[in-house]
């Protein structure tokens, strides 16, 4: 039994027509079949205008019509469309012969029709030079067609290569962050049992319906803004086990924006570098405040803390603040960003700005 080869598509695929396509390449052709009526008027000034235009476009959509809506009935190459070795040579042949044919009759009968049949290109010294003209223009036209379709081709495939590779930075990311998240913890609860083993257990406690909740969100790649504050109301509960009176904390997200989707876990490495750098090492601890709202067409999330604060270099450092970094740039190509920023009063605050998808 004959077999396709894996670089071509059955003609039952190729038959799918895409409508704005075809028009494109119309209005091309119509523009290609009046440019060469103007040189043929421009060269042969003795000859009608409207006589030559429309055998120009007669013939140019005859033929452009059989090649183009023809090439679907073939089995054709997944990269340009268009059927490959002989079966592609003997469309563009006998789509010329069978397009210039068609043309000269339809043409020919139109002018009689309309009365214009005076100086028409149909004479018999005229009829040599149509058909080279039509060769020619066949040729060059499908071969235009062929390599635009390819270029197209290897546009959508450089796309889909650069999203492969941002869903897989975008994996190892989101695998990084579970176990620093996790070792933190566990080194606090550590620490914790030593002094207080009642509390260590109920940081134990608060420990595994948090990672239960993650385990169960790390599934998709997105979820609803409610279930990211849900998730950092388990964290800061579980952190509020360990420092106690020194941390306090607000969640503020409006109703409106509960259900609207945001990458996992993207809030989680800020509120810990709060805790981490900015409360924990302050000998009274801190709040932490954590926001959402829509600002015109960007969803903006902000953590604030009043813990030490600090100068904020160019490029603050830290695996967490890179590790939100390198994830909006994975995810949205340069349309979202993360800010920093000291208060004056101390503490610091780190803004996220999305757009907007509604």
């Known amino acids: 039994m004959k077999t396709l080869a894996s670089h071509e598509i059955p003609a039952a695929s190729a038959g799918r027509l895409h409508w704005p396509v075809k028009l494109r390449h119309f209005l091309l052709v119509l523009v290609f079949c009046l ?9 042969s000034p003795d000859k009608s205008f409207v006589v030559s235009t429309t055998y120009s476009l007669a013939i ?16 054709s190459s997944a990269q340009t469309g268009w059927p490959t070795g002989l079966q592609g040579v003997l469309l563009v042949a ?21 009365g214009w049949s005076e100086g028409s290109a149909a004479g018999a010294g005229a009829m040599p ?14 071969y235009y ?52 083993p009642p509390r260590a257990q109920q940081m134990l406690d608060h420990m595994i319906a948090y990672l239960r909740a993650t ?60 805790i981490r750098h900015g409360l924990e090492p302050k000998l009274e601890g801190g709040r932490i405040e954590v926001r959402a709202w829509r600002e015109g067409d960007a969803l903006l999330l902000q953590v604030d803390d009043t813990g030490l604060g600090a100068a904020v270099p160019s490029e603050a450092s830290g695996f967490g603040l890179t590790q939100v970094r390198e994830r909006l740039d994975a995810l949205y190509a340069g349309r979202a960003g993360l800010q920093l920023a000291a208060h004056p009063e101390g503490g610091m605050r780190a803004t996220v700005r999305l757009p907007w998808q509604p």
Do not use: C
């Open 215 to 274: 385990l169960e969100a790390s599934r998709a790649t997105r979820h609803p803004l409610s279930a990211e504050f849900e998730r950092l109301r388990d964290y800061l509960a579980l952190m509020q086990v360990r420092m106690g009176a020194r941390l306090s904390y607000a969640l503020e997200l409006p109703a409106a924006l509960a259900s609207h989707p945001i990458p996992a876990l993207l809030l989680q490495p800020l509120v810990e570098n709060s």
């Open 60 to 75: 140019g959509l005859a033929t452009w019509s059989l090649i183009d809506f023809g090439r679907h009935a073939f089995p």
């Open 35 to 43: 440019g060469i009526a103007v040189l043929n008027v421009a060269f």
């Open 129 to 142: 030079r149509s058909l080279l003209i039509s060769v020619v223009a066949g040729v060059a036209g499908s």
């Open 145 to 196: 067609f062929y390599n635009r379709g390819r270029r197209e081709w290897l546009v959508r495939e450089m796309e889909q290569a650069r999203r492969h590779a941002a869903e897989s930075r975008l994996k190892l990311l989101e695998a990084q962050l579970e176990p620093h998240m996790l070792f933190n913890t566990l080194a606090n609860l550590r620490a914790l049992i030593g002094v207080d």
């Open 94 to 114: 006998a789509g010329v012969a069978l397009g210039w044919a068609a043309g000269e009759f339809a043409a020919s009968h139109l002018l009689q029709l309309f």
